[in-house]
């Protein structure tokens, strides 16, 4: 069932340290004393401003084949494709922080403070990973299925999903009810939001080798972590 979802401050409460480590300090370091400030005030401005909200929607396995395969610009292999057919849950979503602290970076750097922006740019994406995170449980948690024992997101623009695919993914789950729009680039407004899809099932299924041919192109191999942590 279609559900909307107004998240609480605490529920996507970024980490500092994975704040931290985003500004290329390794695992564990402590912070630079003249870091203090700038992340004090970072932390103020996004929680004067979040204003976070999602919207999700179960979606049948051969419905979700016609979104994912988008506008046929996709990778020719990728992940997803061997993991949603072995899913218990699929779930269309897309979360927003709000408009507001998207205008907030934009004006830190109008306003000539590239750091402070700089870092409230990394607090609020890691929030929005949080959100989708919060999502995430929620749905395991809603889930009453046996095979339910992972929940991990897959977005449009990640991994051999081509960002065009959002179009599809919009025309489906019509996130404007939450305030987001997508422009002819396929980017959202608010900038600070995630959509994709959530999916659910064995651990094992979301286990796999980053030796596609687009991984030579990736900086973060964020997909190394999400396996990790499984
Ligand atoms: S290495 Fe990067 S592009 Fe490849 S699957 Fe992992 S996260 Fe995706």
Not at 37 to 50: G, H, S, V, Y
Not at 102 to 129: H, K
Not at 175 to 188: A, D, E, F, Q, V
Request: with cysteine.
């Amino acid at each position: 069932m279609r559900r909307v979802f107004s998240l609480q401050v605490d529920d996507i409460q970024p980490q500092v340290g994975r704040v931290l480590r985003e500004t290329g300090l390794p695992r564990g370091a402590a912070m630079p004393r003249r870091y203090v400030p700038l992340f004090d005030e970072a932390f103020r401005i996004l929680r004067e401003t979040l204003a976070p909200r999602a919207v999700w929607q179960p979606i049948p396995r051969d419905r979700f084949l016609e979104v994912y395969a988008g506008e046929g610009l996709n990778a020719t292999d990728t992940p997803l494709e061997h993991i949603y057919p072995r899913a218990d849950t699929l779930c269309l979503f897309a979360l927003t922080l709000g408009a507001e602290v998207s205008d907030a970076i934009d004006r830190l750097f109008a306003e000539n403070d590239p750091a402070t922006g700089y870092l409230l740019d990394l607090v609020a994406s890691e929030a929005a990973s949080r959100g989708v995170r919060w999502l995430g449980r929620r749905l395991a948690d809603a889930s009453t299925g046996p095979g339910m024992e992972a929940v991990l997101a897959y977005s449009p623009g990640y991994c051999g999903w081509h960002i065009s695919g959002q179009r599809k993914l919009f025309a489906e789950l019509q996130p404007g009810t939450i305030g987001i729009s997508l422009n002819s680039s396929c980017l959202m407004t608010p900038l600070k939001s995630v959509s994709g899809v959530l999916v659910g099932g064995p651990r094992a299924i979301h286990r796999f080798h980053n030796t596609y041919p687009f991984c030579t192109q990736c900086a973060s191999k964020g997909c190394r972590e999400r396996i990790a942590l499984l």
